[in-house]
């Protein structure tokens, strides 16, 4: 930890250093502190940032004087509250810490939530579960609040209720220079669209607000079958999708797991095919539903039933310890039997496929329809995404197979590793594309915020 009177670091000057450490609450780290390593620990080991400096940050106040110094001394800005998503690694620079700013408070009464920086779903989902309220978390409960909502927000109450960002109402955000803004749909509207669904291209956002939904239980779980089984599986599952409805919000994946203590005794070192359902509606429903799928093959585990909304991480069993992954994407307009034969060749048994998961899941109902405040989320002309797990050096070989079936774009959210960087552009329209650009040129036109799947500022 950086104190008054050290050495300044990669060119910064100590009195500058000196300036950054009297401003703040939290603390700051260089290379040569004992705890730079320990802050920059992320969930996704795929890349490691090595900035110049981190602040720790422990409230607005730390993040703005953390930006002001970045903007003084021009080094960019990273921000990292678990390290899921990175793309960009920080290799010099300033690293804004934010897991310490990690505060949830909820409201029965007018059902909202407000979360810190560094807040992650599981907080919410237990704040919000003795009032019987729900937010439109992710698959694992371990993702940050803020970074998930930024880039849309696709979880297991999609279908019915549409994206995370869709929810939100008020933002906290620190912009380029220096500036705590309250963003809303009437206070600084362009932001508020931008900031909802094009990640942290405009600034750190330090607060969020946004809408619970009243969930207090699903039917939900996992069917799981053997490899040979997995075609039957896939097929099924895709002709059942056209059938359920908004309620059901489901994914299927092929594993290929290793053979390590995490992962279930019977998916270790195999391949195996996974069904995942999330159903709001009553139980006896959802039995219905189900039913042609746990009678498409012998699965090897069945664990729908009913589970208290707490319970949600059961549904996709994610990986709950970091490790390496590249995530790669793309959304499909449709999945018709000939793509899904596609997908079996590429992925399916006897494929040359080293992905520890490929995943598709079902879009439609609110995930296709605009948000009551329009916001800048642009996967909502797809009928599924389709992504993938990768393990470090491995390349894509099925997304591209695919591509005959998308729509052009990537969903932003399931994008991770330096090799998916530079794929900001494919997610959104032109004309999304063009007014976020214009957006980040108001508020950041010197791009300090660019170690991210980066928009850049029009000219």
């Given at each position: 930890m950086i104190v008054a009177g050290q050495t300044g670091h990669a060119g910064i000057a100590e009195s500058a250093l000196d300036g950054l450490v009297a401003r703040l609450r939290g603390e700051v780290f260089t290379p040569r502190d004992a705890g730079y390593e320990r802050e920059l620990a992320g969930f996704n080991r795929i890349g490691r940032h090595r900035p110049d400096v981190i602040v720790a940050?422990?409230?607005?106040?730390?993040?703005?004087?953390?930006?002001?110094?970045?903007?003084?001394?021009?080094?960019?800005?990273?921000?990292?509250?678990?390290?899921?998503?990175?793309?960009?690694?920080?290799?010099?620079?300033?690293?804004?810490?934010?897991?310490?700013?990690?505060?949830?408070?909820?409201?029965?009464?007018?059902?909202?939530?407000?979360?810190?920086a560094g807040a992650q779903w599981h907080q919410v989902i237990a704040a919000g579960a003795p009032h019987g309220l729900a937010p439109l978390n992710g698959s694992s409960p371990l993702v940050g609040v803020v970074g998930y909502t930024l880039g849309g927000g696709l979880g297991p109450l999609g279908?019915?209720?549409?994206?995370?960002?869709?929810?939100?109402?008020?933002?906290?955000?620190?912009?380029?220079?220096?500036?705590?803004?309250?963003?809303?749909?009437?206070?600084?509207?362009?932001?508020?669209?931008?900031?909802?669904?094009?990640?942290?291209?405009?600034?750190?956002?330090?607060?969020?607000?946004?809408?619970?939904?009243?969930?207090?239980?699903?039917h939900g779980g996992g069917i799981y079958f053997p490899g040979e089984q997995a075609a039957q599986a896939l097929h099924t599952w895709r002709q059942w999708t056209a059938t359920v409805p908004e309620e059901m919000t489901s994914s299927v994946a092929l594993l290929r797991l290793p053979d390590v203590p995490d992962v279930p005794e019977f998916l270790r070192g195999t391949f195996a095919a996974h069904v995942r359902i999330a159903f709001t509606g009553r139980a006896?429903?959802?039995?219905?539903?189900?039913?042609?799928?746990?009678?498409?093959?012998?699965?090897?585990?069945?664990?729908?039933?009913?589970?208290?909304?707490?319970?949600?991480?059961?549904?996709?069993?994610?990986?709950?310890?970091?490790?390496?992954?590249?995530?790669?994407?793309?959304?499909?307009?449709?999945?018709?039997?000939?793509?899904?034969?596609?997908?079996?060749?590429?992925?399916?048994?006897?494929s040359s496929c080293g992905d520890l998961m490929v995943e598709v899941r079902h879009l439609g109902g609110a995930l296709s329809r605009p948000a009551?405040?329009?916001?800048?989320?642009?996967?909502?002309?797809?009928?599924?995404?389709?992504?993938?797990?990768?393990?470090?050096?491995?390349?894509?070989?099925?997304?591209?197979?695919?591509?005959?079936?998308?729509?052009?774009?990537?969903?932003l959210n399931f994008l991770a590793g330096a090799d998916t960087a530079g794929s900001a552009a494919e997610c959104f329209d032109p004309e999304t594309l063009g007014r976020l650009a214009r957006v980040k040129a108001a508020v950041d036109p010197g791009n300090l915020f660019r170690l991210n799947h980066n928009i850049a500022p029009l000219p």
């Open positions: 940050a422990q409230s607005a106040g730390d993040v703005s004087a953390a930006v002001s110094f970045a903007a003084r001394e021009a080094l960019p800005v990273a921000v990292q509250a678990t390290g899921h998503g990175i793309a960009a690694s920080a290799r010099g620079g300033v690293l804004v810490s934010t897991r310490r700013m990690n505060a949830v408070a909820v409201d029965p009464l007018t059902r909202t939530a407000h979360v810190e279908r019915q209720y549409g994206y995370a960002a869709d929810h939100v109402t008020c933002i906290e955000v620190v912009t380029a220079d220096g500036s705590i803004l309250r963003v809303t749909r009437d206070r600084h509207p362009d932001l508020f669209w931008a900031l909802r669904g094009g990640k942290g291209n405009f600034g750190i956002v330090t607060g969020l607000w946004f809408g619970l939904v009243p969930v207090r239980r699903l006896e429903e959802g039995e219905r539903l189900v039913r042609p799928l746990r009678e498409c093959g012998t699965p090897l585990a069945d664990t729908v039933g009913e589970m208290p909304y707490t319970a949600v991480a059961d549904i996709h069993q994610d990986p709950v310890h970091p490790l390496p992954y590249h995530e790669r994407n793309i959304v499909l307009r449709e999945l018709g039997s000939d793509a899904m034969e596609a997908l079996l060749r590429a992925a399916g048994a006897g009551e405040v329009p916001n800048a989320v642009g996967a909502r002309d797809g009928a599924f995404t389709l992504a993938t797990l990768s393990p470090p050096d491995s390349p894509d070989v099925v997304l591209g197979a695919m591509e005959p079936w998308g729509t052009g774009r990537r969903y």
